[in-house]
């Protein structure tokens, strides 16, 4: 048995057993979503056991996140005040969530069990099709739980990163829907008309996601524009992010750790 057992549903995920027909097929198939649709979903690869536990002892240390608010661009820089309002480069949109680092997840805690586990890095390796793929060395952002509470959202974007690797854990009850328009830009064209429409437009066209507690999701974000709408209702989006990465001893910068945690931490044990 492995020591994520009762955290994975093994029979429909074997990432233990790569190496067989069932290990096989579940690459496969993974592969050719994400090729498809630009994300690939696994529900109920998470025990729904292990996501009780896993709320209840995110509930714990709920006192603890880190709350962010923030206007941006979708691409994360500076806007450029030369262009018109409207104009990619310079519009701005609102996010706003809290987070929980790594270091406050308990040892041994189901989330922590599967991240650890070099057979869970083999397998998100062998989606993504990066051997080796490294987890992080950050202390604070290698496996983060993210809350969107009512008035909460995630404005457009497209991630740094070429991929993303999330878990959901709690749907809220109206609105956190996550929205994204595959491949909208390209490594040859940036193609801002087509960003400016979608941001205008308040997702025209794009495709909406609803995942189910237990559901993993392995996402190429740099090329999507994406987001989470607003929450509403009286119950929290809650969801994991795991950080896996194409080289050793990734971690945030000292100003980077402070924005999204609200605080520095130096030492790492997550490797």
């Given at each position: 048995?492995?020591?994520?057992?009762?955290v994975v549903d093994l029979?429909?995920?074997p990432?233990?057993d790569?190496d067989?027909e069932a290990?096989?097929?579940?690459?496969a198939?993974s592969?050719a979503?994400l090729?498809?649709t630009?994300?690939?979903?696994?529900?109920g690869f998470?025990r729904?056991a292990?996501?009780?536990?896993?709320?209840?002892?995110a509930a714990?240390?709920?006192?603890?996140?880190?709350?962010?608010?923030?206007t941006?661009?979708?691409?994360?820089?500076k806007p450029d005040?030369?262009?018109d309002a409207?104009?990619?480069?310079?519009?701005?949109v609102?996010?706003?969530?809290?987070?929980?680092?790594?270091?406050l997840?308990?040892d041994?805690?189901?989330?922590?069990?599967l991240?650890e586990?070099d057979?869970?890095?083999?397998?998100?390796?062998?989606v993504l099709?990066?051997d080796?793929?490294?987890?992080?060395d950050?202390?604070l952002d290698?496996?983060?739980i993210?809350?969107f509470?009512?008035?909460d959202?995630?404005?457009?974007?497209?991630?740094n990163?070429?991929?993303?690797?999330?878990l959901?854990l709690q749907?809220?009850?109206?609105?956190?829907?996550?929205d994204?328009?595959?491949?909208l830009?390209?490594v040859?064209?940036?193609?801002?008309?087509?960003?400016?429409?979608?941001?205008?437009?308040?997702?025209?066209g794009?495709i909406?996601i609803?995942?189910?507690?237990?559901t993993?999701?392995?996402?190429h974000?740099?090329?999507?524009?994406h987001?989470v709408?607003l929450v509403?209702g009286n119950?929290?989006?809650?969801?994991a992010?795991?950080?896996?990465?194409?080289?050793?001893?990734?971690?945030?910068s000292?100003?980077t750790?402070k924005?999204f945690y609200?605080r520095?931490?130096?030492?790492a044990?997550a490797?």
């Amino acid at each position: 048995m492995t020591e994520y057992a009762d955290v994975v549903d093994l029979d429909r995920y074997p990432i233990h057993d790569l190496d067989s027909e069932a290990g096989r097929a579940l690459v496969a198939q993974s592969r050719a979503a994400l090729l498809d649709t630009g994300i690939c979903q696994l529900p109920g690869f998470v025990r729904a056991a292990a996501v009780e536990l896993t709320l209840t002892q995110a509930a714990a240390h709920a006192e603890q996140e880190w709350s962010s608010e923030s206007t941006h661009t979708v691409y994360f820089i500076k806007p450029d005040e030369s262009l018109d309002a409207d104009h990619p480069l310079r519009r701005q949109v609102r996010s706003a969530k809290k987070a929980l680092a790594y270091d406050l997840i308990p040892d041994g805690a189901p989330l922590k069990r599967l991240y650890e586990s070099d057979d869970m890095t083999r397998f998100i390796g062998a989606v993504l099709e990066i051997d080796p793929l490294y987890r992080s060395d950050d202390p604070l952002d290698c496996l983060e739980i993210a809350s969107f509470h009512p008035g909460d959202e995630l404005g457009w974007h497209f991630d740094n990163s070429e991929f993303s690797v999330t878990l959901m854990l709690q749907e809220p009850a109206s609105g956190g829907e996550f929205d994204y328009y595959p491949a909208l830009r390209t490594v040859d064209d940036e193609n801002f008309d087509g960003v400016a429409h979608a941001i205008e437009s308040d997702g025209e066209g794009s495709i909406r996601i609803t995942t189910a507690p237990g559901t993993l999701a392995v996402f190429h974000g740099h090329r999507a524009l994406h987001r989470v709408t607003l929450v509403e209702g009286n119950l929290t989006r809650i969801n994991a992010v795991l950080t896996f990465g194409d080289r050793p001893g990734m971690r945030l910068s000292e100003l980077t750790q402070k924005l999204f945690y609200g605080r520095n931490v130096q030492s790492a044990d997550a490797g």
